[in-house]
């Protein structure tokens, strides 16, 4: 998914003959501080900000420091700056409703962290569309995403003795690996 994420901010850019610089950071901070730095030299015209935390800093930095930014996400949580999203709680509500009406009454996901705004918005749906529902034994499992936790948590979840017959992932990577 991110790979095309770039791809196609980057095909857009180069229609306007602008550049998109893209810098790999460790943690929030880190990334707190490339924005003051380019934002400061003036070696940026805004920001792309993604996978947005509940509680998230670089909103109200990005805010106070006036830098242009729109954030991939949901609107919820990220003041005043420009969003563009997915209706996660949508598309997770018409999973769960799509699986139910094929018969599965034991559904359960393998999310991302619940740190993660779009992961929670997602846990929500999840939860709402399935008590809703009346589906028995559904149930979250939180992750990182990453396919060897994914790939655990299939495991877990196949093993249980109540056993679901159908699992939504919350990315590819985890989806492949619980395969």
């Not at 501080?33 to 800093?57: F, H, I, M, Q």
């Not at 509500?93 to 009454?105: D, F, I, K, R």
Request: glycine share 8%; net charge negative; charged share 25%.
């Amino acid at each position: 998914f991110f790979m095309g994420f770039i791809s196609g901010i980057q095909a857009e850019l180069q229609l306007r003959s602008r550049g998109l610089l893209f810098q790999v950071v460790a943690d929030h901070a880190e990334e707190v501080a490339v924005y003051r730095r380019w934002w400061s030299a003036r070696s940026v015209d805004g920001v792309v900000v993604v996978d947005l935390d509940v509680e998230d800093a670089r909103v109200g930095v990005l805010s106070d420091l006036g830098l242009p930014a729109v954030v991939a996400g949901g609107p919820v949580g990220a003041g005043s700056l420009t969003t563009i999203w997915t209706d996660d709680d949508a598309a997770m509500t018409n999973l769960v409703e799509y699986l139910a009406a094929l018969g599965h009454q034991r559904i359960a996901r393998v999310g991302g962290p619940p740190r993660m705004r779009h992961t929670r918005t997602r846990t929500e749906a999840f939860e709402r569309a399935t008590a809703r529902l009346g589906l028995r034994a559904a149930q979250t499992v939180d992750t990182d995403f990453s396919d060897d936790v994914g790939a655990r948590a299939t495991r877990a979840l196949l093993s249980s003795p109540d056993r679901p017959t159908a699992i939504i992932f919350d990315n590819d990577v985890m989806a492949v690996a619980g395969m």
